[in-house]
C-alpha cells in the first residue's frame, strides 16, 4: 500500500520546471510532502487535504486529485536548494499513519 | 524553538547485540514518531505516541524492537537482539497535535550499522 512516485529521478537545470507525481491505490484523506537532502532529517513542504485545504511553506505548489487519489507537486523556477529526494506521505480516512512513498530523486544544475 | 533531538547520531554494533536510541521531541508536541528508513527508500513507521500512550506500533517488530516514553515526553527505542537488516536510520519526529493538518517534525536521525 506503498504510494508510488513518479519520476524516480531527474535532472534539471537551474531556472527550469518539474513535476512530481504521487499515486495510492487506496482511497486518501491527506498527502504530506516532504524534502530530504542527503544525510539530512526530512523536511516538509505541505500538506493536502481532503475537501480542498492546503498548508505550506516556500514557493511550491501542489495539487489533490482525491477521485484519483493522487497528487503532484510543482517545482517552478528552480534553484539550486531544490535537489534532493521528495517524498509524499499519503493518509487514509480509516487510520492515522502516515505511509510514505518510493521517492522521487531531484538534482538541479547550473 | 529548539528542533527534535536525537542520540547518538552514529552507532555501529554487532548482530545479536541490544542498542537504544533517545529522542526528545519539540517542547509542547504530544505525538511522537519513530520511523526506520533503509538507504533509498521512504521512512516506515514504526511506532506513534500521543502524550505517553500507544496510537500505532503495527509495524513494529515486537519480538525485538521496544519503545517507551515515559511521562508524554521523551522517547527510548530500543533493539534487542539486532539483525543485520536493522541496519538503517531511526527518524524521531513530532506533532501537535496528531491529525492531518499538522507537519512532522523531524530529528536528524540515528544513523545505525549492524555487522
Redesign the interface.
Known amino acids: 500500500q506503498?504510494p508510488v512516485q513518479s519520476p524516480q529521478a531527474v535532472i534539471l537545470r537551474e531556472g527550469e520546471d518539474a513535476v512530481i507525481n504521487c499515486s495510492s491505490s487506496k482511497a486518501l484523506?491527506?498527502v504530506?510532502w516532504y524534502r530530504q537532502k542527503h544525510g539530512?532529517?526530512?523536511?516538509?513542504l505541505m500538506?493536502l487535504?481532503k475537501g480542498g485545504?492546503q498548508?505550506g511553506h516556500e514557493k511550491i505548489s501542489a495539487s489533490f486529485n482525491e477521485k484519483k487519489q493522487q497528487s503532484s507537486l510543482y517545482l517552478t523556477a528552480s534553484q539550486l536548494s531544490y535537489s534532493g529526494t521528495y517524498?509524499c506521505?499519503t493518509?487514509g480516512g480509516g487510520?492515522?499513519?502516515?505511509?510514505?512513498?518510493?521517492?522521487t530523486q531531484l538534482k538541479v544544475e547550473l | 524553538e529548539a528542533g527534535?533531538a536525537q542520540s547518538p547520531r552514529y552507532k555501529i554494533i554487532e548482530k545479536r547485540q541490544s542498542v537504544a536510541f533517545w529522542c526528545n521531541p519539540i517542547s509542547g508536541h504530544a505525538t511522537l514518531y519513530w520511523y526506520q528508513q533503509i538507504l533509498?527508500?521512504?521512512?516506515?513507521?514504526l511506532i506513534?505516541f500521543q502524550n505517553n500512550g500507544v496510537?500505532?506500533d503495527?509495524q513494529l517488530p515486537k519480538d525485538r524492537f521496544s519503545a517507551e516514553r515515559l511521562k508524554g515526553v521523551d522517547s527510548t527505542l530500543k533493539i534487542q537482539p539486532a539483525k543485520l537488516e536493522d541496519s538503517a536510520v531511526y527518524?524521531c519526529a513530532s506533532s501537535s497535535p496528531?491529525g492531518?493538518?499538522?507537519?512532522?517534525?523531524?530529528?536528524?536521525?540515528t544513523r545505525l550499522t549492524v555487522t
Open positions: 506503498q484523506y491527506s504530506h539530512e532529517a526530512p523536511v516538509f500538506i487535504l485545504e498548508k517524498f506521505g493518509r487510520g492515522n499513519k502516515l505511509t510514505f512513498g518510493t521517492g | 527534535v533509498g527508500q521512504g521512512p516506515k513507521l506513534q496510537v500505532d503495527s527518524l496528531s492531518d493538518s499538522y507537519e512532522q517534525y523531524f530529528g536528524p536521525g
